[in-house]
């Protein structure tokens, strides 16, 4: 019985591995007729040269539809920043690493000598429900913390807000206002003038002396003037191409 088990076994199996084998033969030369095939021709109508040399880094100004973004001639702007639609970076401003304006649906401006710090998200909604205007407007001398999130407000001339702060639609920030890091302002809520707001949701605190009045245009004079030395090393296009004709010419491809 065991002998006649056996071979009914060896019947079964011998042609399973022959076919087996038959199929990693198969695989084994489908594979090496893949690698020795040619690579597939560029496009029709494209440069072989650009579509094998392809550098491009990310768009730091990105239109929509009819709006581009516009920056001074002397507003500073860090390479990986993304400014995208209706967005106006006025004289002297500077809007620093990681921060995202995005002004698909209504305006964004940065007003003369203000900051935009790190990391910052700025936005704007259709409309607003205090009947303000729905576009985020921040004036003049006025510093944004880094890690903060605007969407549809409006912030007066000399104005602080501190880092990781939330400003929501229709919110208001008069002239010569604080907001304390962490402070999550709510939809219409207004700021009044020379006042320490802070919480979540924000509430008054206490009233600004004169002395920190006046130092509130200090410090985004002294922030924006700092920008002059990364402003100094910065292009307005990468110097990656220069490895990449390094590279060409080694390679002996024309540039």
């Keep these: 019985m065991a002998t006649l088990i056996r071979g009914l076994s060896r019947r079964t199996l011998r042609p399973a591995a022959t076919h087996l084998r038959n199929l990693s033969t198969a695989e084994a030369s489908a594979a090496s007729a893949a690698a020795a095939a040619p690579p597939p021709p560029p496009p029709a109508g494209a440069s072989t040269d650009r579509v094998w040399w392809d550098y491009r880094g990310q768009r730091q100004v990105i239109p929509l539809g009819q709006w581009v973004p516009k920056v001074a001639v002397d507003a500073y702007v860090a390479p990986n920043v993304v400014l995208a639609g209706q967005v106006t970076v006025y004289d002297g401003a500077s809007v620093w690493n990681g921060s995202v304006l995005r002004g698909d649906l209504n305006k964004i401006s940065v007003g003369f000598q203000s900051n935009v710090q790190e990391r910052c998200v700025i936005h704007a909604a259709w409309s607003s429900p205090s009947g303000l205007p729905a576009e985020t407007s921040i004036e003049r001398y006025v510093t944004i913390g880094a890690y903060s999130l605007l ?105």
């Design 151 to 255: 969407r549809s407000c409006t912030i007066e001339p000399e104005c602080i807000v501190g880092q990781r702060s939330i400003l929501m639609e229709g919110s208001l920030m008069e002239t010569n206002s604080i907001l304390e890091a962490g402070s999550v302002v709510p939809p219409a809520r207004r700021i009044p003038s020379g006042e320490l707001w802070a919480g979540n949701p924000a509430r008054f605190v206490r009233k600004l002396t004169l002395d920190e009045i006046f130092e509130i245009p200090k410090m985004a004079a002294t922030i924006n003037n700092l920008f002059q030395s990364h402003f100094s090393e910065f292009l307005p296009y990468s110097t990656v191409y220069l490895e990449v004709e390094k590279l060409k010419k080694s390679l002996s491809i024309p540039l």
